[in-house]
Each structure stands twice: as structure tokens, then as C-alpha cells.
């Protein structure tokens, strides 16, 4: 199993990144997904998740209406529209699973946000 997560970048106060993850070794249409998000001494906090089909999504109270997640099955890639990004959106981001049961962590992607 593996997550490539890209996109990252640096980006000032509210602009705008797509996130990439390009997941491999495993069916990945049958399990919701989600993005992670972790910075420096903090646990890592879930973003979003969106279900196997892509018809169910949440997303923590702080990027609502900003962030929006959705999947391609067929190429078992999991994006992450960012928009109107703020300097406590300044994390790496994963992906992975959006359950309890996860599997290996990817290297994440950085994002920061600072003018």
C-alpha cells in the first residue's frame, strides 16, 4: 500500500491549492477516504472524508465552506480543492483511510500559508 500525496506549496493568505494523492496496492474504491492534516507538536487532526462512492463528504468545522474533497475511483486519486487558505491552515497533509484501521502514512505534502 501507498499514498502520494502533492500539491503542496507555499501560498499566501487566501489563495488557493489543489492537493493530490495517488493511492496504489489496494482496491480503493471500497473504502471512504479522507485528508489529514498535522503541524509541529500536534496530533494529526482529520480534515475531510468522503465516502467510497464520492456521494457523502464531511469536513471539520474550520475549513467548511473553503475546502472541498472528491475522488476519481477509476484512478484512485483523492483531491483536496483548497480555497481561501488562512495561516492555520499551514500543516502537512495526508491521506489515508477514514476509519480507525489505517495503513501506512505517505510522506504528506507541506502547506503553507503566510504572505
Known amino acids: 500500500v501507498q499514498f502520494v500525496e502533492s500539491g503542496g506549496g507555499l501560498v499566501q493568505p487566501g489563495g488557493s491549492l489543489t492537493l493530490s494523492c495517488s493511492a496504489s496496492?489496494?482496491?480503493?474504491?471500497?473504502?471512504?477516504m479522507a485528508w489529514y492534516r498535522r503541524t509541529p507538536g500536534q496530533e494529526r487532526e482529520l480534515v475531510s472524508s468522503?465516502?467510497?462512492?464520492?456521494?457523502?463528504?464531511t469536513y471539520v468545522d474550520s475549513v467548511k465552506g473553503r475546502f472541498t474533497i472528491s475522488r476519481d475511483n477509476a484512478k484512485k486519486m483523492l483531491l483536496l480543492q483548497m480555497n481561501s487558505l488562512k495561516a492555520e491552515d499551514t500543516a502537512v497533509y495526508y491521506c489515508?483511510?477514514?476509519?480507525?484501521?489505517?495503513?501506512?502514512w505517505g510522506q504528506g505534502t507541506q502547506v503553507t500559508v503566510s504572505s
Open positions: 489515508n483511510r477514514a476509519s480507525a484501521v489505517k495503513y501506512m
Open positions: 496496492g489496494f482496491s480503493f474504491g471500497v473504502y471512504d
Open positions: 468522503i465516502s467510497r462512492s464520492g456521494g457523502s463528504t
